[in-house]
């Protein structure tokens, strides 16, 4: 592999990569049959016209994902990043985006399966800093099932200079803690927002919440202490996806 390229491997991630033209893929290692899939899938295009194409046994794939005990399904390709907008371009002349921005959230899965729920639910874009983001990691873009190839990824080298940005620029910053006196269905949600999630052990930093104009809550039982950050995101994503349809 050169430098730049890294290893993506699961059959939503591959296939949607090679259905997205802004992705450069370089290889697959593919089985008979996922080969077969994949032109099942495709019958329009044939999205493996201009890639080098190898043939592999289901035990060969093996060897590229045993390590991170991940399964394959017969799809495994070699890609290289794709360029994503410049965040002060793309907020120019817009009136209503929401954003996510993650803090201290390190955990591939759990960025992975937020990144999917964020897609499917039309979220502008996902803010994160770019040293804590795991770029290349097969565990994220297994879980994102193939949503990394439809979400604007804004790596940031500050959280809270950006966040602090954005507030100039007529954001609300929403923080989304057990301790918040609003449930965040109470909020009217319009505008410009960004959804500020922390990790699931400590919670977003304290001085990370100082850029935060409210403090939001989502009512659950209470005897239980927490949901999985993926699965508030969803909620939240859910929620206000329902609310621009019926608006």
């Not at 060897?63 to 290289?80: C, L, N, P, R, W």
């Not at 793309?90 to 209503?96: D, L, M, S, V």
């Amino acid at each position: 592999m050169n430098k730049s390229s890294f290893l993506i491997v699961g059959q939503h991630a591959v296939i949607e990569a090679l259905r997205n033209p802004k992705r450069k893929v370089l290889k697959v290692f593919l089985t008979e049959e996922s080969k077969k899939n994949i032109h099942r899938k495709n019958p329009k295009k044939n999205v493996l016209e201009d890639v080098k194409v190898y043939f592999k046994s289901k035990k060969e794939l093996d060897k590229y994902t045993s390590k991170d005990q991940i399964m394959h399904g017969g799809y495994i390709a070699e890609v290289e990043h794709i360029d994503q907008p410049d965040l002060k371009e793309f907020i120019k002349g817009k009136n209503k985006l929401t954003f996510v921005c993650i803090d201290e959230v390190t955990d591939p899965r759990n960025i992975g399966s937020l990144i999917r729920s964020a897609s499917s639910f039309h979220i502008d874009g996902l803010i994160v800093k770019e040293r804590q983001f795991p770029s290349d990691s097969k565990l994220m873009y297994k879980a994102a099932s193939g949503c990394m190839e439809h979400m604007n990824i804004f790596e940031v080298s500050n959280i809270n200079s950006t966040l602090k940005n954005l507030r100039e620029k007529n954001f609300w910053v929403y923080g989304f803690d057990a301790r918040g006196e609003k449930d965040f269905t109470d909020i009217k949600w319009e505008g410009k927002n960004v959804l500020l999630f922390g990790s699931e052990g400590f919670g977003m930093r304290e001085h990370t919440g100082k850029y935060t104009d409210f403090f939001v809550k989502i009512d659950i039982n209470e005897d239980v202490e927490s949901l999985n950050i993926s699965n508030s995101a969803a909620i939240v994503f859910h929620h206000l996806s329902y609310l621009k349809k019926n608006s």
